[in-house]
């Protein structure tokens, strides 16, 4: 058996500072990798799990989240080569959502840059870039170096998000607005020193949400808190099978499920641009060069060849990696369901899809193709799906300043 002293080569996939606490609320010991790191699927069922984040607050581990320090007299220089967006324009104590792209203008990963000081950002990521980073950092004087183990993350979300951290003692969390970052201190369970944490009204729900970011050695404290208030909140850990749910709900595109690095494709044709995944209000041509700039413009001024939209399905068997018709024959294809759900919550069959022209318009149709098993008997569907606007779940409390009391 390991143990936390076992030599890291004896430990296949570390563990999070906040791995003891959430093991205590487990029943399924349901795990999955994500960066190195073991983390929970499942704690206790996945639709008890998904209505804590719509209906009350949630508690997901955030730490494995990639984290990288970028600081230095050309940092901001930097960012703005490497992504796609204008980040001259954040300012310190924001945040904000950007992409970055090899020279084909295809996409490589999406990540979230806090603007921390006038010369200091933190790039977080879903997965380890730092080879493509260094090598697009060449001439600029800036240092880049990854400090995930350095920082504990937990994401807070759900409607009643603000009250808990209130009640937990963060004063005047009400006040920071959407993709606004700041720093609070919260009272240290059993006395001692406040905990000080740096909290952004960020999230991948689509939902009221914050994030916490603290040192590791807070985690358990920073835990205890939270779910000591939440006890008689319905407040309760989530996993990622939860999260995928609400993150489908809220448009959002996940790597690897959605789109594949263009570092990572083996098949021509395989790698997405922003263009492509409906991320081209990412892009500013205006900023000056970044990698990927040239492609994106000559894209930009061709008709779309295919795009990723939103689909709204009949029936209520979700349409998981189905491919897409243009008619109910199915004799020609029209794209794939990327990822898809029946959601509790809009009381709608929902999916994304790479679908190709015309059939990107809303309003358009198109036909899934859903194979269902009854009692290990297969059954082929053919079911018509309508192209619709996305986010598909966009409650106004999510943008809410100061957010209501629920």
Same mark, same amino acid.
């Given at each position: 058996?390991?143990?936390?002293?076992?030599?890291?080569?004896?430990?296949?996939?570390?563990?999070?500072?906040?791995?003891?606490?959430?093991?205590?609320?487990?029943?399924?010991?349901?795990?999955?990798?994500?960066?190195?790191?073991?983390?929970?699927?499942?704690?206790?069922?996945?639709?008890?799990?998904?209505?804590?984040?719509?209906? !009350?607050?949630?508690?997901?581990?955030?730490?494995?989240?990639? #984290?990288?320090?970028?600081?230095?007299?050309?940092?901001?220089?930097?960012?703005?080569?490497?992504?796609?967006?204008?980040?001259?324009?954040?300012?310190?104590?924001?945040?904000?959502?950007?992409?970055?792209?090899?020279?084909?203008?295809?996409?490589?990963?999406?990540?979230?840059?806090?603007?921390?000081?006038?010369?200091?950002?933190?790039?977080?990521?879903?997965?380890?870039?730092?080879?493509?980073?260094?090598?697009?950092?060449?001439?600029?004087?800036?240092?880049?170096?990854?400090?995930?183990?350095?920082?504990?993350?937990?994401?807070?979300?759900?409607?009643?998000?603000? #009250?808990?951290?209130?009640?937990?003692?963060?004063?005047?969390?009400?006040?920071?607005?959407?993709?606004?970052?700041?720093?609070?201190?919260?009272?240290?369970?059993?006395?001692?020193?406040?905990?000080?944490?740096?909290?952004?009204?960020?999230?991948?729900?689509?939902?009221?949400?914050?994030?916490?970011?603290?040192?590791?050695?807070?985690?358990?404290?920073?835990?205890?808190?939270?779910?000591?208030?939440?006890?008689?909140?319905?407040?309760?850990?989530?996993?990622?099978?939860?999260?995928?749910?609400?993150?489908?709900?809220?448009?959002?595109?996940?790597?690897?499920?959605?789109?594949?690095?263009?570092?990572?494709?083996?098949?021509?044709?395989?790698?997405?641009?922003?263009?492509?995944?409906?991320?081209?209000?990412?892009?500013?041509?205006?900023?000056?060069?970044?990698?990927?700039?040239?492609?994106?413009?000559?894209?930009?001024?061709?008709?779309? #060849?295919?795009?990723?939209?939103?689909?709204?399905?009949?029936?209520? #068997?979700?349409?998981?990696?189905?491919?897409?018709?243009?008619?109910?024959?199915?004799?020609?294809?029209?794209?794939?369901?990327?990822?898809?759900?029946?959601?509790?919550?809009?009381?709608?069959?929902?999916?994304?899809?790479?679908?190709?022209?015309?059939?990107?318009?809303?309003?358009?149709?198109?036909?899934?193709?859903?194979?269902?098993?009854?009692?290990?008997?297969?059954?082929?569907?053919?079911?018509? !799906?309508?192209?619709?606007?996305?986010?598909?779940?966009?409650?106004?409390?999510?943008?809410?300043?100061?957010? !209501?009391?629920?």
């Amino acid at each position: 058996m390991l143990t936390e002293t076992a030599p890291h080569y004896r430990q296949p996939l570390l563990r999070t500072p906040f791995y003891e606490r959430q093991r205590e609320y487990s029943q399924l010991d349901s795990f999955v990798p994500w960066a190195g790191y073991s983390t929970f699927d499942v704690f206790t069922g996945v639709e008890q799990e998904y209505f804590a984040v719509r209906n !009350a607050s949630s508690l997901y581990d955030l730490t494995p989240m990639v #984290k990288y320090r970028i600081a230095g007299p050309d940092a901001l220089r930097f960012l703005n080569r490497l992504c796609t967006r204008d980040l001259g324009k954040l300012a310190p104590g924001r945040v904000s959502y950007t992409v970055w792209c090899d020279d084909a203008g295809k996409i490589i990963d999406d990540g979230t840059v806090f603007c921390i000081a006038p010369q200091e950002y933190r790039l977080c990521t879903a997965e380890r870039q730092l080879d493509w980073f260094e090598a697009s950092a060449i001439g600029f004087d800036v240092e880049i170096r990854e400090i995930t183990e350095e920082v504990a993350a937990l994401a807070v979300q759900g409607p009643s998000s603000a #009250k808990l951290l209130r009640g937990a003692g963060l004063g005047g969390i009400e006040r920071l607005k959407p993709f606004e970052h700041g720093q609070f201190s919260m009272p240290r369970t059993g006395g001692g020193a406040p905990i000080t944490l740096m909290v952004s009204r960020t999230g991948f729900t689509g939902d009221l949400g914050y994030e916490l970011w603290m040192q590791p050695q807070d985690a358990e404290s920073v835990w205890d808190a939270l779910m000591d208030y939440g006890r008689t909140r319905a407040v309760r850990p989530i996993g990622s099978k939860a999260l995928n749910m609400v993150r489908i709900e809220a448009g959002f595109l996940l790597p690897n499920v959605d789109f594949v690095s263009a570092a990572h494709t083996l098949y021509l044709g395989t790698e997405r641009s922003p263009i492509e995944l409906g991320l081209a209000w990412l892009i500013d041509y205006k900023k000056g060069h970044f990698t990927g700039r040239r492609a994106l413009l000559a894209e930009s001024a061709r008709p779309p #060849k295919r795009q990723l939209v939103g689909l709204d399905i009949e029936g209520t #068997k979700p349409a998981h990696n189905a491919l897409v018709y243009t008619d109910r024959s199915g004799r020609k294809e029209a794209g794939s369901v990327t990822s898809a759900l029946w959601s509790p919550t809009c009381k709608r069959n929902l999916a994304l899809a790479i679908v190709d022209a015309p059939f990107i318009e809303v309003g358009s149709t198109v036909w899934a193709e859903i194979y269902l098993s009854r009692e290990l008997v297969w059954e082929r569907r053919m079911v018509r !799906a309508r192209v619709v606007e996305r986010p598909f779940f966009a409650p106004p409390r999510r943008r809410a300043t100061p957010p !209501a009391d629920f």
